[in-house]
Every structure is written in C-alpha cells, then in structure tokens.
C-alpha cells in the first residue's frame, strides 16, 4: 500500500528538516511506498530551497513550486491532485500537528473501515480573546451555514484515494476546505490530536472575520432566506405601526409630532437597505468570481526525481 504525505510550504523553513524526518520516521513502518508532497505557495523565506535539498537527496519527496501565493487551501488542494498514494496523509509542516499521530490515524482508519480520520483538537488552544473569537466564529457558522463544520478543526487527517478523487472533483474557485471536507461526505471519524503552540497564530482578528464571510457567502444560502424574513418582517411590522397611527388619528385626532421618529426610521431603514444590499454584492462578486472559470492556482514548476511517475492530471484545475 503507497502513502502519499501532503503539505504545504510558507514560512516552514525552519521546521522543514525535522519536519520531513518525523513524517518518515512515522510512516516507514506501516508502508511500503511513501511519496511525500510539498507545495510551495509562494514562500518568501528559504522554504523553497530547503525542500529542493531534501528532494535532492530523498527521491520519495516532489515539491510543486506555484507561480504565486494563492493561499493555504488551494496550495492543498493542488497538492492533493498530485498524490497519488492509496491512502492520503494531509497535515501542516509547522510540526504543530504532531506527524507521530500518523500510527494512530492508520489504526483507525483500517480497524474500524473509515474512509477519512480527521483531527481536532480537545481545547482550543491560546489566550482568552483567541479562545472567544474562535468559539463566536463556529457558533455564526453553526447558525448561518447550511452545513455543520465539527469544532476545533485542524488540517492533520489520513484519506483513502476514493474520498481525495472526490474532494479534488470540486472545481469551486471560491471555496473553504473545512466545508468541502464535509461536503464531500464518505464516511468519516474524528480524533483527538494534542496540537502544539509553536508559533503565533497568523490568523488575525480580521483574517477570521473575512473568513467567516467568505464561508457564509460562498457555502450558504440559509443568509439570503434571513434577510428575506428580516426584510419581510419589518414591512410587516411598518404596516402594523401605519395603520395603528392611523387609527389613532381618525379615532383621537391626534397626529405623531416631531421629525425624531422620522429621521430614525431613515437612517434605520437607509442601513437596513444598504446593509441587504452588500450581502447580495458578495454573493453577486462569488458567482462573477466562479464565472470567470479561472485556475485556482498556477505551477511553476514540478520537480521530482528523474524516473518519477508522471502526473497524473493537471493539478490547476
């Protein structure tokens, strides 16, 4: 049975050699063949270098060098167009995703006939704000998403070849992996892994933020039927207040007075307006976005050992 070891490169370098010991050391006793896959998404450290020294010297390791940073779940999903092992080991390369779980990954996977074992972690890890953020980000997915993404999430998981031809068929130009990974379905089981805190976390405040709309425009539709029921219960709710001021002055004579009330009902209506409109903008701007029917990412190069097997198919789709 073949293993292919994906991951991808930005900011690895020093990790990287340690990183490619461990993932081999940890998989030289459950296989046969292994192929290691790293993507280089554009590294602007000696990532790049480094991997081509280890490939120099290791023919099991291709590195896929990309024209550009194209961002983390692209640069996976190139990479797992490239493999081409029976069973997929996908995990970061900043050793904060420990490779040893590997064993314990496999053992599930065959034992108990998963097609995907996933990883996520017992606690979510970092400060009191990280810990907050990360808990409101699953919560407005969990309530807004048309799917349910498990909490605590992490990269690290071992797929059989069936399910990774399935996750790669996706041609979506706009897309989160957390939810192509449910999306694609099969049949899959969690586990817990005890991820490390090496480095300072790179997704910011903003960076989620963006995230979670991305994940909310390009994966539901459950928002667009909110705003529909926002937007009809407040007509029905200016209907309601019409008639009652109406009936008070027909029945009492007495006619609201005062431009309070109407300048907060056009500024509260002006920003519900606008703010409609900018959630259908986003959605306009994803489906403009998968028209266009562009390559998510582009290679540079591909570079593996004289003799190496082919690639199979273009890894851009």
């Excluded at 293993?3 to 461990?22: C, D, K, N, Q, W």
């Excluded at 027909?250 to 005062?258: F, K, P, Y």
Aim: charged share 20%; hydrophobic share 45%.
């Amino acid at each position: 049975m073949k293993l292919s070891i994906v991951s991808t490169l930005y900011r690895s370098a020093p990790g990287l050699e340690e990183f490619h010991r461990r993932c081999m050391a940890a998989a030289e006793p459950l296989f046969e063949e292994i192929e290691m896959i790293l993507v280089d998404d554009g590294s602007p450290d000696e990532s790049l270098r480094i991997a081509l020294a280890i490939q120099a010297r290791d023919p099991r390791v291709v590195v896929a060098e990309l024209a550009r940073n194209f961002g983390h779940h692209k640069a996976m999903m190139t990479g797992l167009r490239l493999a081409t092992g029976d069973l997929v080991f996908l995990l970061d390369s900043d050793l904060e995703e420990p490779p040893e779980s590997l064993a314990a990954f496999h053992a599930k996977l065959l034992g108990e006939g998963w097609d995907v074992v996933y990883g996520v972690q017992p606690a979510r890890r970092g400060g009191w704000f990280e810990r907050v953020t990360g808990e409101a980000f699953y919560r407005l997915m969990e309530a807004l998403s048309d799917r349910s993404i498990p909490r605590n999430l992490l990269t690290a998981r071992l797929m059989r070849r069936d399910y990774v031809a399935a996750l790669t068929a996706h041609e979506d130009r706009s897309f989160q992996m957390s939810d192509l990974w449910v999306l694609t379905g099969f049949r899959q089981a969690p586990m817990e892994v005890a991820k490390l805190s090496l480095s300072p976390t790179t997704y910011t405040l903003g960076r989620r933020l963006r995230m979670a709309v991305e994940h909310l425009t390009t994966t539901s539709t459950r928002l667009l039927h909110l705003v529909f029921y926002a937007g009809l219960a407040l007509s029905g709710l200016a209907v309601a207040v019409t008639l009652v001021l109406l009936l008070r002055y027909l029945t009492h004579g007495v006619a609201m007075a005062g431009w309070t009330s109407v300048f907060l009902s056009v500024w509260f209506f002006g920003g519900l307006i606008v703010l409609v409109l900018g959630i259908l903008g986003i959605y306009i701007a994803a489906l403009l976005e998968e028209s266009k029917r562009r390559p998510y990412t582009h290679l540079r190069a591909l570079h593996r050992a004289p003799g190496g097997p082919p690639t199979e198919k273009d890894p851009s789709p």
